[in-house]
Structure formats: structure tokens, C-alpha cells
């Protein structure tokens, strides 16, 4: 300890720490949550992708033998009215241009499934960077915390919402719980209510 400082100080020093401590925690649990979400996001997007595409080929395929059926028919019907050949020589070309369509829908969905596969190797980088420093944060934060809980008799409830803290302090004689949103409320006065508390049974 810091001779400079009088322990209420370094008990005051000590909570705001943890309150910055937890918070980073929640912070890192939270973004942990959105890489998975999207990773899962991402792998919905590459299965239905993969489905469109097959059905997009299978179309493909049918129009085609569709394209040779009706060609063979033109060549038959020009032999008998040349008018009804010339209708069909349009069909024809009507169907082609279709084809041309769907071939660069074909090549959009690669480029987006090749998009995806680029967006999924970024996201398992950086899910294997919040692992990494998930496994080396979370040991010193539960050493703190098991430091913070024997100096101070405070205990922290960690699964509550991002704007909000809560506990309580465990006294000689009564449990005192306590409950603050940090939106309402500044870090100074929860330090000071909190500091309060601890005093009470000192």
C-alpha cells in the first residue's frame, strides 16, 4: 500500500477498480455474444445461399433441354409456315436472354457466397483473439475480486444489465444490499455509498 494514501483512500482506490474491472468484463462477455450471433448469422446466409444456387443451376439445366426442345420445333415448323418459324426463332431469343440473366444471378450469389467465406475468416480471427485474452483477463479478474471481496465484505452480482450494478456488503450484523444505476447515479457516489456501507461495521 501506498504510504501516501490513508486506507479509507486505498478502500475507495480499491472499489473503483473493481467497478472498472466488472464493467470490462461485461463488455467482453457482450462482445463475445455478437461474434457468435453473427458467426451463426453467417452460417444461415451460407446454407441458404448454397440451396438458391443449386436451384439456380437446376433451372438452368431444365431451361436448357427446354431451349433444345423448342429450337428442334422451330426447325420443324419453319418447313411448314415460315411465319410460325419466325415466332419461335423469337422465343428462342427470348429464352437466351433469360439464360444470360440467370447465369449472372449465378455469378452474383458466388461473389456473395465468396464474400461470406471472407467475412466468416475475419470473424474466427477475432473470436480467437476474445479467447485469448478472455483466458489470460479472467484469472486476474477473479484474483481481484476475491481480494476486493476479503478487504471490503463486498459481493457483486454479475449477471445484471450493462447500466446497472449490484450486491451487497456483508456486515458484522445484517447483509445490506445495494442496487445502482450507473446512468442516474455517478461513479463518486456510488464510492461514497458504497465506502458508507463498509464504514458502518468498522
Aim: hydrophobic share 35%; aromatic share 6%.
Amino acid at each position: 500500500m501506498d504510504d501516501s494514501l490513508n486506507e479509507p483512500e486505498y478502500i475507495v482506490r480499491l472499489a473503483e477498480e473493481l467497478i472498472t474491472v466488472i464493467d470490462n468484463e461485461k463488455i467482453e462477455n457482450t462482445l463475445l455474444d455478437n461474434i457468435v450471433k453473427e458467426w451463426q448469422k453467417i452460417l444461415e446466409i451460407r446454407e441458404i445461399q448454397k440451396a438458391q444456387t443449386k436451384q439456380v443451376f437446376q433451372e438452368v439445366m431444365q431451361m436448357e433441354s427446354a431451349e433444345e426442345a423448342n429450337y428442334q420445333k422451330t426447325q420443324t415448323a419453319c418447313q411448314h409456315l415460315n411465319q410460325e418459324g419466325q415466332s419461335l426463332e423469337q422465343l428462342v431469343s427470348q429464352q437466351k436472354e433469360g439464360l444470360a440473366n440467370v447465369v449472372s444471378t449465378c455469378e452474383r450469389l458466388q461473389q456473395n457466397l465468396e464474400a461470406c467465406q471472407q467475412e466468416s475468416q475475419k470473424l474466427e480471427l477475432e473470436r480467437q483473439e476474445v479467447e485469448k485474452q478472455k483466458k489470460i483477463s479472467i484469472p486476474k479478474t477473479r484474483h481481484d475480486i476475491t481480494l476486493y471481496k476479503l478487504i471490503t465484505n463486498l459481493h457483486w452480482q454479475l449477471d445484471t444489465p450493462q447500466n446497472e450494478l449490484k450486491g451487497y456488503v456483508c456486515g458484522n450484523t445484517e447483509v445490506k444490499p445495494f442496487t445502482f444505476n450507473k446512468e442516474q447515479v455517478s461513479k463518486f457516489d456510488i464510492v461514497n455509498s458504497l465506502w458508507d456501507m463498509i464504514e458502518e461495521d468498522w
